[in-house]
């Protein structure tokens, strides 16, 4: 499945699920990513592993996912081309110098 197929198919499920009855302001899905990688940092600092879990699936790596699909989510309600976007931005990062120019980490 493409990227944008699979944005599509988070977007309904959120959709039918009730996540869309009331308008949707970027602020709250800022915030709701953001929560989503707490709680991936929360799962690290308790040295769980990355995905565990026999009935709901855990772990650093499980909440880290549910904020690529916030992402996924809020993209494709904007309509965005999201592949298309990716590689122009990854294209244009392959290009940038050594730490982009002297950035510390």
């Known amino acids: 499945m493409k990227l944008n197929e699979f944005a599509a198919d988070v977007h309904a499920n959120a959709v039918a699920h009730g996540w869309y009855d009331k308008p949707v302001e970027f602020p709250e899905v800022a915030a709701l990513i953001h929560s989503e990688v707490s709680e991936a ?13 026999s009935v709901k699936p855990q772990g650093v790596a499980v909440e880290l996912c549910d904020a690529i699909m916030r992402i996924l989510d809020y993209l494709a309600f ?3 081309d999201i592949e298309a976007t990716l590689e122009a931005k990854y294209d244009f990062n392959i290009r940038r110098p050594y730490r982009h120019g002297g950035k510390r980490v």
């Not at 940092?41 to 565990?52: F, K, N, S, T």
């Open 78 to 80: 904007l309509g965005v």
């Open 41 to 53: 940092l929360a799962e690290y600092r308790d040295g769980r592993p990355a995905v565990y879990g």
